[in-house]
């Protein structure tokens, strides 16, 4: 089964947005990209679980060649999409490439981005034909108002890249993005290894908190092979602060949504680089027990998202304590777990005792029951 856990791995978007949000072309290059993913091997990311190399929007030359395949950039890929997968799978690792499914990519619509013909509209075979035969591993297929762009409707066009790329004997994990327009919760799992639930994850805490929300009801629709995705991580990124990074780690973490960093891999802090690898964390985000997480505790600012452990993990739940005010919260640990209940932390391994325990401002904590 494609995708029988979350998938981990990197992505170049976030890394490549610039402080006004536009897309850092020039900076989007062959030579960025590869060394992003030797950091990912050197930094131990690859070692804990992160496989993909993610390049998503501006690799692409302004024309398709003379048989309608997508071209990379000349200058900044001048290996071609070939030549940069095969050094990319000489790393161990694997490759994910961006697409739209209309005429517009995002960075076309959004940041000035120069091409004709870039998108995969009536070109999916030929497209999803082009991704076999150059080992891509993973396909991003970004909306990019297609419905207003061209008069597509979603569910039946992300489908019509998945027969596709069927035709063509792709082993390819298919993520689609709309930004959770058009309730893809409902439809994707049919064809699709992950749905993009919200817009666009900002680096900063309201952004975070926003997108959290928008996870409350989604609980229901994923399971292996099919994961609901609240977006690739910003965590390293912006002005998220520590506690912040890993209220962000956790709670992905019990929505067992895909694990893609989108910080600079090449220059993170050891604080940064320790939370992404952190093999309980990551556990967490990788056991399947039946059921995403979902809120289970709300008193105002503090809140409680859980999701059942698999039996083979050896524990009940995975529960993160969050608080999302702006002053030390208590929360009253007797009160929420049962008398007989061990709590363990997983960032230290401690077990944890069962009475009050105090949580910082835009802090979260990471425990397990048995
Ligand atoms: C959209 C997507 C982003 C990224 C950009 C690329 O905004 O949501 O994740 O792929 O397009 O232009």
Partial sequence: MLAAQPPMGWNSWNRFLNSNLRADIAATTEKEI?????AMVDSGLAAAGY?????DDCYQAKRRDHLGRIQTHPHRFPSGIKGLVDQIH??????????VPGTLTCAQQYDDYNGDDLGSLNRELIDAESFVEWGVDYLKYDWCRAHLNDG???EPTFRKMAEALKTANADIVYSISEYGLFEPHKWAPEFCNMWRTTDDLMPNW????RTIDLQRKLYPYSKPGAWNDPDMLQIGNGELSMAENRAHMYVWAVLNAPLMAGN?????SDEVRDLLAHPGIIAVDQDWGGQQGKVTFADGD???WSKPMSQESGFKTASVLLNRGETTGKFDLNRIFETSTELQDVWSGDSVAKGAIDLAAHDALLLLSR
């Fill in 152 to 154: 597509l409707i979603a």
């Fill in 51 to 55: 496989e993909y190399i993610v390049l």
């Fill in 206 to 209: 309201p952004s975070l908190l």
């Fill in 264 to 268: 600079d891999l090449t220059r993170m």
């Fill in 34 to 38: 590869l060394a992003q993913a030797k």
């Fill in 90 to 99: 000489g790393l161990g690792l694997k490759f994910g490439l961006y697409s």
């Fill in 302 to 304: 503090l809140e409680i």
